[in-house]
């Protein structure tokens, strides 16, 4: 895989910098596995003082986006992504650091495969949990990815 934690946090800072501000940070990325990181702060908190949930679904997301992102660039096809649907749950306040994995890689390489061969768009759902610095989940993230190739 291509993709480095410096070039996709760059990235994020030019063309995502909401995510960039908020302490979204890409800590490691292989070609199963993204681990994204976000401190709770004064800038992506919520009255609660926990982190607000979209700041969460940034980092969550990023997980999940930049396997998808990575994969693709490896196929050397012209495939389009986007996200079609997504679903959360919060379990505890998320304060402290918040650590978010997705180890879902295999299953990008089996969509893209078939948009390859059958030239229609296909759908992966990849998970992403968020974890404090206790090792308690504080949230799961669900994200329905939509890749089609280009003509």
Not at 7 to 20: D, G, T
Not at 57 to 67: D, F, I, N, S, V
Not at 87 to 95: I, T
Request: net charge positive; glycine share 6%.
């Amino acid at each position: 895989m291509m993709l480095t934690p410096f070039k996709i946090n760059l990235f994020n800072l030019l063309k995502l910098p909401a995510a960039y501000f908020t302490g979204v940070r890409v800590k490691a990325i292989n070609d199963t596995s993204c681990t994204v990181a976000v401190t709770y702060k004064w800038i992506n908190q919520n009255p609660f003082k926990s982190m607000f949930w979209a700041v969460q679904g940034m980092a969550a997301e990023l997980t999940t986006g930049a396997l998808v992102l990575g994969k693709i660039k490896d196929s050397g096809h012209n495939i389009s992504m986007l996200v079609a649907n997504n679903n959360a749950s919060f379990s505890k306040k998320a304060v402290g650091q918040i650590t978010f994995n997705c180890n879902e890689g295999h299953k990008i390489d089996q969509a893209i495969d078939d948009a390859i061969r059958t030239k229609e768009g296909q759908t992966v759902w990849l998970n992403s949990k968020g974890v404090n610095t206790q090792g308690i989940q504080v949230s799961d993230f669900n994200f329905q990815w939509t890749i089609k190739l280009k003509s």
